[in-house]
């Protein structure tokens, strides 16, 4: 599966979450991105994104969330009972570079995630999957006969170009 930006996909529609970390938290000062990654393959549905987080534009961790429950993931994967709890809500992806202890990265996923920002991620797979499939739509249709530039000569032979002979009407 390749995962890509979802801004990448859907373009400038897409708004990217910050916040800032003033003193007196648990984590580093600082501003924190969060850039949600989407499955790029029109016949998957696993219905989950990775999130990296950013801590003053490096990349300290990588977070995978999966809104389903986890009976989803084991009929949808054809995977075991504990495979399928891990898909389900939040995990440390195993590519995490952890510059963010796991449980730290953890915490603040979950003080972040509320029904909203579910709601957006949920709406944004449906805005790229919706993508997915006009592009596979578009990638199946078959011309018969290849287009003609208007500058082209003309098919018929004459050796004129194409706008001033048979294109004219």
């Not at 580093?28 to 790029?40: H, I, L, M, S």
């Not at 972040?112 to 739509?137: C, S």
Request: net charge positive; charged share 25%; with cysteine.
């Amino acid at each position: 599966m390749n995962f890509i930006p979802a801004g990448e996909i859907i373009g400038d529609e897409h708004q990217v979450l910050k916040t800032n970390v003033l003193e007196g938290s648990y984590l580093p000062n600082g501003e924190y991105a969060f850039v949600d990654f989407y499955c790029t393959d029109p016949k998957c549905d696993c219905r989950k994104t990775i999130i990296k987080i950013y801590h003053d534009k490096k990349h300290v961790s990588t977070v995978n969330y999966g809104w389903e429950k986890p009976a989803f993931y084991a009929k949808w994967g054809k995977i075991d009972d504990q495979m399928s709890r891990d898909m389900s809500g939040l995990s440390i992806d195993f590519m995490s570079p952890d510059l963010m202890d796991s449980p730290t990265a953890l915490r603040l996923m979950k003080a972040l995630l509320d029904e909203a920002w579910i709601a957006k991620i949920q709406l944004t797979y449906g805005k790229i999957r919706k993508v997915l499939r006009d592009e596979v739509k578009a990638s199946n249709v078959i011309r018969l006969t290849p287009k003609l530039s208007r500058n082209a000569l003309c098919p018929c032979g004459s050796g004129v170009k194409f706008k001033r002979c048979c294109g004219l009407g």
